[in-house]
C-alpha cells in the first residue's frame, strides 16, 4: 500500500473510532440508578420480603428491626445490585422466613399446589352432591302422593272450633 492510500483511510479509521466511542462509552459506564428507580427497586422488594421480628410486610412494618432491614435494602441496592440479588443477600442474613412468598421448589412447593388442589376437590365435591341431591329429589316426587287438601269433615270441624274461639 502506498502512503496516501494509508493516509486515506486514517480519517475514516478515526471517524468509525469516534462513533464506536461515542455509542459505546455509555454502555461501559457504571449504571447509577436515579431516585426514581431506586425509590422503585425499594418499593417493589418492600412488597415482598417480611419483617423477621412482626411478620408483616416490610413496606407496613415500623419496628426498629424493619428500620434496619429497610437501610440494609437501601444500602445493596445503591449498590447496583438487582432484586433477586437483594432478595438473595436477605435470605442470607435473616433466612428463609423474610420472603413474603415462599420458593417454588421442594416442600414449599405445598403451598402453591394444596390450596389448588383443595379448591378442585371441593368444586367436584359439591357437583357431586348436587348432582346427587337432584338425583334423591326426582325420585321423591315420584313417589309423593297428590294431595288433595282436608276432607269436608275435617273443614266442618275446623270451622266449629274457629266458631267457638270467636268472640
Known amino acids: 500500500m502506498s502512503l496516501r492510500t494509508r493516509a486515506g483511510r486514517l480519517p475514516t ?3 468509525v473510532l469516534a462513533a464506536l466511542f461515542v455509542f ?3 454502555a461501559l459506564e457504571p449504571t447509577v440508578a436515579t431516585a426514581a428507580d431506586l425509590r422503585t427497586i425499594l418499593n417493589e422488594i418492600e412488597e415482598e420480603v417480611m419483617c423477621p421480628v412482626c411478620g ?5 412494618a415500623e419496628s426498629p ?3 434496619r432491614e429497610k437501610a440494609f435494602v437501601e444500602k445493596l441496592a445503591k449498590e447496583g445490585k438487582d432484586k433477586n440479588e437483594i432478595k438473595e443477600a ?4 435473616y433466612g428463609d422466613a423474610v420472603l413474603a412468598l415462599p ?6 412447593l405445598s403451598a402453591y399446589v394444596v390450596p389448588v388442589v383443595g379448591f378442585i376437590v371441593a ?10 341431591w337432584r338425583k334423591v329429589a326426582g325420585k321423591r316426587e315420584d313417589r309423593r302422593p297428590d294431595l288433595e287438601g282436608p276432607s269436608d269433615e275435617d273443614r266442618e270441624r275446623l270451622d266449629e272450633d274457629l266458631a267457638r274461639y270467636d268472640l
Do not use: D
Open 90 to 93: 436477605l435470605v442470607n442474613q
Open 123 to 132: 368444586v367436584i365435591a359439591l357437583a357431586f352432591g348436587v348432582w346427587k
Open 65 to 67: 428491626q424493619a428500620t
Open 13 to 15: 479509521l478515526l471517524a
Open 24 to 26: 459505546a462509552a455509555p
Open 56 to 60: 408483616t410486610l416490610l413496606a407496613l
Open 103 to 108: 420458593k417454588s421448589s421442594g416442600f414449599t
